[in-house]
C-alpha cells in the first residue's frame, strides 16, 4: 500500500465542504421552492435585484452558499460579515464606506452570518442604512428571526426559509462530489451505493456535514496506487451510531411514535424514554414529537392531571426555541411527567360522543334564551328572553339548561376514578344537586 498522497496538493488543502461550494444556482442542491427558475428568490438573483432578505434554516442547508454566488452574480460591492467576530464600531466603518460608494453611485450587499448573534444595539445600527438604500443587508440565521432579529429591522427585511436536505438530495450531492470534486476525481473511489446512502442519512439534512464525514471515510481508507477502496466496516466506526433504520416518513417513524405513545400510556417510564431516544437520536424533528405529548397530555391524562397539559406545552415552546440537542431533556421532562401521571381518556371520550350528537343534529336550532338580541327585532323574536346570568344567583349556578331540547339529559363527560378527576365528579355531582334544588323550588 502506498502513503496516502491525498493532500499533499495545495487545492486539497481546503476542506470538501469548500470545495464543493456551488459558484451558481444551476449547481446548487436542494431548496428547488427557492432556486427552481420562476421562483422570487431565483429571479432576484439572476436579475440582481435584491432586497433585503433573512435566509433562516438549519445549518448545512445552503444559506451562506447563497450568499456566496449572489456575491458572484451581484454588480454591488459585496461586504462578508461575521456576527461572532464584529461590534459596533465595525458596523459603523462598514456602514460609512457603504455611504461613500453609494455617494458613488454604487451599493452595498451586506452579509451577516449568524446575525441572531449581534445584540439589539447591534441590529439597530443597521436600521437608517437599510431604509434609505445605503446597503442591501442578508442575513443568515439558524434560529427563528422572529425573536432573534428586532421587529424593525425584520418589518424591513423578507425572510426565506431554506428545509433540511432530503436523503435524496445528500445521495446525489455525494455521488457528484465523487465525480467532480477536484482532488477525489483524480482517483477510483470504491464505495457502495447502500454505503453512500448511510452517510445521506448520518447527516440528517445537512449538506456540510454529509460531506465532512464523506471527507474523513476517504482520508481514512485504503490507497492502492490511483484506487481508494472504502470498506463498510469503516463506514460503520465513522458513523459509529444506528440511526440507518429510521426513516422519518416510513413505517418506522409510525412505528416508533406509536410505542412512545403507548408506553407513556401504561405508565412505561423506561420503555417511553428509549423510544424518544431511538426518535431523536434517529433525526426526529423534535416539534413532531413535542405536538404528539401535547395531543397525549389531554387524550390520555386530560383532567386527571390539568398538569400534564402545561408540562407539555412547555416543552414544546422549549423545543421551538432550543432545537436540537439541547431540547432533548425538555422532552425528557414531559415524557417522563405524563408517563407517571395519572391517566384518563375521559375528554376523549366525551367530545366523540358529542361529535356523533352534533353531526346528526347539526339542523337543531340553538335554544332562544341563550342566543344574544343585538337588534330590536331579535329581542322582538324572543332572542335572549329568560336569560339567567348565572352571576346574578347565589353560587353563580342556575337551573337554566342550555342544551337543545332534543338533547337534553344528554351525558358527555363522564370522569373517571383517576387523579384529580375524583375531586372533578365530585364537583359535577354537586352543581347537579344544586340545579336539581333549584329546579324543584320553581
Request: glycine share 4%; proline share 2%.
Given at each position: 500500500?502506498?502513503?496516502?498522497?491525498?493532500?499533499?496538493?495545495?487545492?486539497s488543502?481546503?476542506?470538501?465542504?469548500?470545495?464543493?461550494?456551488p459558484k451558481?444556482?444551476?449547481?446548487?442542491?436542494g431548496?428547488?421552492?427557492?432556486?427552481?427558475?420562476?421562483?422570487?428568490?431565483?429571479?432576484?438573483?439572476?436579475?440582481?435585484?435584491?432586497?433585503?432578505?433573512?435566509?433562516?434554516?438549519?445549518p448545512?442547508v445552503?444559506?451562506?452558499?447563497?450568499?456566496?454566488i449572489?456575491a458572484?452574480?451581484?454588480k454591488?460591492?459585496?461586504?462578508?460579515?461575521?456576527?461572532?467576530?464584529?461590534?459596533?464600531?465595525?458596523i459603523?466603518?462598514?456602514?460609512?464606506?457603504a455611504?461613500?460608494?453609494?455617494?458613488m453611485?454604487?451599493?452595498?450587499?451586506?452579509?451577516?452570518?449568524?446575525?441572531?448573534?449581534?445584540?439589539?444595539?447591534?441590529?439597530?445600527?443597521?436600521?437608517?442604512?437599510?431604509?434609505?438604500?445605503?446597503?442591501?443587508?442578508?442575513?443568515?440565521t439558524?434560529?427563528?428571526?422572529s425573536?432573534?432579529v428586532?421587529s424593525a429591522?425584520?418589518?424591513?427585511?423578507?425572510?426565506?426559509?431554506l428545509?433540511?436536505?432530503?436523503?435524496?438530495?445528500?445521495?446525489?450531492?455525494?455521488k457528484?462530489?465523487?465525480?467532480e470534486?477536484?482532488?477525489?476525481?483524480?482517483?477510483?473511489?470504491e464505495?457502495?451505493?447502500?454505503?453512500?446512502?448511510?452517510?445521506?442519512?448520518?447527516?440528517?439534512?445537512?449538506?456540510?456535514?454529509?460531506?465532512?464525514?464523506?471527507?474523513?471515510?476517504?482520508?481514512?481508507?485504503?490507497h492502492?496506487?490511483?484506487?481508494?477502496?472504502v470498506?463498510?466496516d469503516?463506514?460503520k466506526?465513522?458513523?459509529n451510531?444506528?440511526?440507518?433504520?429510521?426513516?422519518?416518513?416510513?413505517?418506522?417513524?409510525?412505528?416508533?411514535?406509536?410505542?412512545l405513545?403507548?408506553?407513556?400510556?401504561?405508565s412505561?417510564?423506561?420503555?417511553?424514554?428509549?423510544?424518544?431516544?431511538?426518535?431523536l437520536?434517529?433525526?426526529?424533528?423534535?416539534?413532531?414529537?413535542?405536538?404528539?405529548?401535547?395531543?397525549?397530555?389531554?387524550?390520555?391524562i386530560g383532567?386527571?392531571?390539568?398538569?400534564?397539559?402545561?408540562i407539555?406545552?412547555?416543552?414544546?415552546?422549549?423545543c421551538h426555541?432550543?432545537?436540537?440537542?439541547?431540547?432533548?431533556?425538555?422532552?425528557?421532562?414531559?415524557?417522563?411527567?405524563?408517563?407517571?401521571?395519572?391517566?384518563?381518556?375521559?375528554?376523549e371520550?366525551?367530545?366523540?360522543?358529542?361529535k356523533?350528537?352534533?353531526?346528526a343534529?347539526?339542523?337543531?336550532?340553538?335554544p332562544?334564551?341563550?342566543?344574544?338580541?343585538?337588534?330590536?327585532?331579535?329581542?322582538?323574536?324572543?332572542?335572549g328572553?329568560?336569560?339567567?346570568?348565572?352571576?346574578?344567583?347565589?353560587?353563580?349556578?342556575?337551573?337554566?339548561?342550555?342544551?337543545?331540547?332534543k338533547?337534553?339529559?344528554?351525558?358527555?363527560y363522564?370522569?373517571?376514578?383517576?387523579?384529580?378527576?375524583v375531586?372533578?365528579?365530585?364537583?359535577?355531582?354537586?352543581?347537579?344537586?344544586?340545579?336539581?334544588?333549584?329546579?324543584?323550588?320553581?
Open positions: 500500500m502506498e502513503e496516502n498522497t491525498l493532500f499533499k496538493k495545495d487545492e488543502l481546503r476542506p470538501l465542504a469548500d470545495r464543493m461550494r451558481g444556482l444551476e449547481d446548487f442542491v431548496q428547488e421552492h427557492l432556486v427552481t427558475k420562476g421562483k422570487i428568490l431565483y429571479e432576484m438573483i439572476k436579475r440582481d435585484e435584491l432586497t433585503s432578505l433573512i435566509f433562516w434554516g438549519p448545512g445552503g444559506k451562506t452558499t447563497l450568499a456566496s449572489i458572484q452574480k451581484t454591488s460591492f459585496f461586504v462578508n460579515f461575521s456576527a461572532v467576530t464584529s461590534g459596533i464600531k465595525e459603523k466603518n462598514v456602514m460609512k464606506e455611504d461613500e460608494r453609494l455617494n453611485g454604487q451599493r452595498t450587499v451586506l452579509f451577516v452570518d449568524e446575525i441572531h448573534r449581534f445584540n439589539k444595539a447591534q441590529q439597530d445600527a443597521f436600521l437608517p442604512y437599510v431604509e434609505k438604500g445605503s446597503i442591501v443587508l442578508i442575513g443568515a439558524t434560529e427563528n428571526p425573536f432573534e428586532n429591522l425584520l418589518s424591513r427585511m423578507r425572510v426565506f426559509v428545509n433540511a436536505l432530503s436523503f435524496d438530495d445528500l445521495l446525489k450531492l455525494l457528484r462530489t465523487l465525480k470534486d477536484v482532488v477525489f476525481k483524480n482517483y477510483e473511489i464505495i457502495s451505493e447502500d454505503d453512500l446512502g448511510a452517510i445521506a442519512h448520518f447527516a440528517h439534512g445537512d449538506a456540510r456535514f454529509c460531506l465532512n464525514t464523506l471527507e474523513m471515510v476517504i482520508d481514512n481508507s485504503e492502492v496506487h490511483n484506487k481508494i477502496i470498506s463498510n469503516l463506514i466506526q465513522v458513523l451510531r444506528r440511526t440507518l433504520l429510521y426513516d422519518k416518513k416510513g413505517e418506522e417513524h409510525y412505528n416508533l411514535i406509536s410505542a405513545h403507548k408506553s407513556m400510556r401504561n412505561d417510564v423506561q420503555a417511553a424514554l428509549y423510544y424518544l431516544a431511538r426518535m437520536e434517529g433525526g426526529e424533528d423534535p416539534l413532531y414529537v413535542a405536538r404528539r405529548v401535547v395531543r397525549f397530555a389531554s387524550e390520555d383532567m386527571a392531571d390539568s398538569r400534564a397539559l402545561e407539555a406545552v412547555s416543552a414544546y415552546q422549549a426555541y432550543l432545537g436540537m440537542p439541547e431540547c432533548n431533556v425538555h422532552l425528557s421532562h414531559a415524557i417522563v411527567y405524563c408517563s407517571l401521571a395519572s391517566k384518563s381518556n375521559s375528554l371520550v366525551a367530545y366523540l360522543s358529542a356523533k350528537d352534533a353531526l343534529t347539526m339542523e337543531e336550532p340553538v332562544l334564551h341563550i342566543r344574544n338580541a343585538p337588534t330590536r327585532l331579535m329581542k322582538d323574536l324572543g332572542y328572553k329568560n336569560y339567567m346570568y348565572a352571576h346574578d344567583y347565589e353560587g353563580h349556578i342556575t337551573a337554566m339548561s342550555c342544551l337543545p331540547d338533547l337534553k339529559g344528554h351525558t358527555y363522564r370522569p373517571s376514578n383517576q387523579g384529580t378527576e375531586k372533578v365528579a365530585l364537583k359535577m355531582q354537586e352543581i347537579e344537586k344544586i340545579k336539581h334544588k333549584l329546579k324543584n323550588q320553581k
